[in-house]
Nanobody, 127 residues
Framework: QAHLVESGGGLVQAGGSLRLSCATSGRTFSSYAMGWFRQAPGKEREFVAAIDWNGGSTYYTDSVKGRFTISRDNAKNTVYLRMNSLRPEDTAVYYC????????????????????WGQGTQVTVSS
């Protein structure tokens, strides 16, 4: 059975950095786009970043451009989200997800296009 497990969240001061990891298992994920999403208290889950099968193409929501970097290591079956210059408004539960709907490319940043989700990791940024 396929699984995604996020880790690396925590409490950090504004301006600090964290690196989130998403470990995949149970099937081959290397041919599929992966994404990071987040959900803040009282808000809907939103897209943060996505990456195609080999890291050749990446996509970001405007609020994280220049601060966050998504990457993947298919040999380690892991996707990463490096977060720099963190702000209190980045506080949320961060989820990784995979889109099994199409091979290789990122076809969508919409939540409903992603088929499998991890349990999430909490990121809290203090001011």
């Amino acid at each position: 059975q396929a699984h995604l497990v996020e880790s690396g969240g925590g409490l950090v001061q504004a301006g600090g950095s964290l690196r989130l990891s998403c470990a995949t298992s149970g099937r081959t994920f290397s041919s599929y786009a992966m994404g990071w999403f987040r959900q803040a208290p009282g808000k809907e889950r939103e897209f943060v970043a996505a990456i195609d099968w080999n890291g050749g193409s990446t996509y970001y929501t405007d609020s994280v451009k220049g601060r966050f970097t998504i990457s993947r290591d298919n040999a380690k079956n892991t996707v990463y989200l490096r977060m720099n210059s963190l702000r209190p408004e980045d506080t949320a539960v961060y989820y990784c997800a995979v889109d099994f709907g199409t091979l290789l490319t990122v076809r969508s940043t919409h939540i409903w296009e992603y088929d499998l989700w991890g349990q999430g990791t909490q990121v809290t940024v203090s001011s």
